[in-house]
């Protein structure tokens, strides 16, 4: 009987020890589920300071003290009051000329246009017209010029150039007629601003005069409105592929070279404060085309 109250009395004991071990562990977590709350635990803090923010990278290989300035490119190509286009062949086949702009001049050569009548008789014919300086414009990145014509002659001969051949068929008129040049800006190179494609398009349109028809001989018609229709059918080509080929000439190309860097060179360097005429120099870092819009970084050198 004894050994089984010691017995209970050793089991009393270790329940106390438990209960106690129970209510010691609530209090230290913060967990008393009667009482519907418990304790936040925050992280611990940290001793240290946040790190300072970082400076953005500044861009590769361009010098601190570099300008930058964007140039249009029909400002480069110069002052387009001066500028014309001439469709003329009553001299020469090379009568035809154009001035576009700094270093873009040369000639076209378009033949007269001859016709052989059914009485064997030749038919001469001549044409002279000059244009308004260009209507200026961009489309995308093309540089838009359009040269407006007020009229363009046509001249027609009978046999000869005699008095009496130029009396014996009638002159005609074309007009609406138009020339519009298409640029397609681009860097060279050495990044400076160049041109790329060209596209030319000619158009125009007889004015039907009052009188079409002359007869020779008594049964031979001539119909010089039909000439001047076939004539202008010669001249769109002559004058598309002549001027795209006349741009596109080496010789052409070194001479709008030379004329636009001289501009731009003295551009570059009044925006730097530096007088052109000096000996102060320009170098180019970056440069590239904004549609039409030639955009320069670039470091004056006095």
Not at 159 to 183: C, F, M, P, Q, W
């Amino acid at each position: 009987m004894a050994q089984a109250r010691v017995s209970r009395l050793s089991t009393l004991l270790t329940g106390f020890a438990l209960v106690a071990i129970l209510v010691v562990g609530a209090v230290d977590t913060g967990a008393w589920v009667g009482h519907g709350w418990i304790k936040q635990v925050f992280p611990p803090r940290s001793s240290s300071s946040p790190p300072p923010p970082v400076a953005p990278a500044s861009a590769p290989n361009v010098p601190p003290n570099s300008l930058v300035r964007t140039v249009p490119f029909a400002t480069l190509l110069g002052d387009f009051t001066k500028s014309f286009m001439q469709i003329a062949n009553l001299r020469s086949p090379m009568d035809s000329n154009f001035v576009l702009g700094r270093g873009l001049v040369g000639r076209l050569a378009l033949e007269r246009h001859i016709h052989e009548a059914a009485n064997g008789s030749k038919v001469y014919l001549h044409v002279n017209g000059t244009s308004n300086p260009p209507t200026v414009g961009t489309e995308g990145n093309e540089l838009h010029l359009r040269f407006l014509f007020p009229a363009i002659q046509v001249k027609s001969y009978y046999r000869d150039y005699s008095n009496e051949s130029d009396l014996a068929l009638g002159d005609a008129v074309v007009e609406k007629a138009t020339v519009d040049i298409y640029l397609t800006p681009v860097t060279d190179q050495r990044r400076l601003p160049n041109y790329q494609a060209v596209r030319v398009v000619f158009t125009g349109e007889l004015k039907e005069p009052d009188k079409c028809t002359y007869w020779f001989d008594v049964i031979f018609p001539v119909n010089v409105c039909s000439l001047v229709k076939d004539y202008l059918k010669n001249i769109k080509p002559t004058v598309e592929n002549g001027l795209r080929e006349a741009l596109q000439q080496p010789q052409t190309r070194m001479q709008f070279d030379q004329a636009v860097w001289q501009q731009l060179r003295g551009e570059l360097l009044q925006q730097a404060g530096l007088n052109p005429a000096g000996q102060a120099q320009v170098q180019i870092i970056e440069a590239g085309f904004r549609g039409t819009d030639y955009v320069v970084s670039f470091v004056p050198r006095p």
